[in-house]
């Protein structure tokens, strides 16, 4: 199984977003600080501000949510996920952009991670 983890901002609303929009299971909770999800063979670990994974490194830096790296959710209509999860509210970083490999979308979870929807061509 492939373990992936992502820092949040609100771990009840990771938790909510991951089971409710993305198809995945409440696996293990831990109070406000840490849940994992699981989805075919992916467990996603969802560290909240209160987790040891958002401590300051020793420079001073900060972990914090966002950025490009992105897990890939595959999808057999890329345009039916996209609406489902647009009329849920979810945000997008752009639109379906389609390629030699399939068409994929970006979007984000509540607190701004990355998410691919993607279609294999």
Aim: charged share 25%; proline share 8%; net charge negative.
């Amino acid at each position: 199984m492939l373990t992936v983890r992502y820092l949040v901002d609100n771990t009840d609303e990771a938790v909510s977003f991951y089971t409710q929009q993305m198809g995945f299971t409440l696996e293990e909770r831990m109070g406000p600080a840490f849940a994992v999800v699981s989805r075919e063979g992916l467990r996603l670990w969802l560290a909240g501000p209160q987790s040891s994974a958002a401590r300051p490194m020793p420079d001073g830096r900060k972990p914090e949510p966002g950025g490009w790296n992105r897990l890939v959710v595959e999808v057999p209509d890329i345009q039916t996920e996209t609406t489902r999860l647009r009329d849920a509210g979810v945000r997008f970083r752009g639109d379906i952009v389609h390629g030699p490999g399939g068409s994929q979308i970006v979007l984000e979870d509540p607190s701004g991670n990355a998410v691919e929807i993607f279609q294999p061509a």
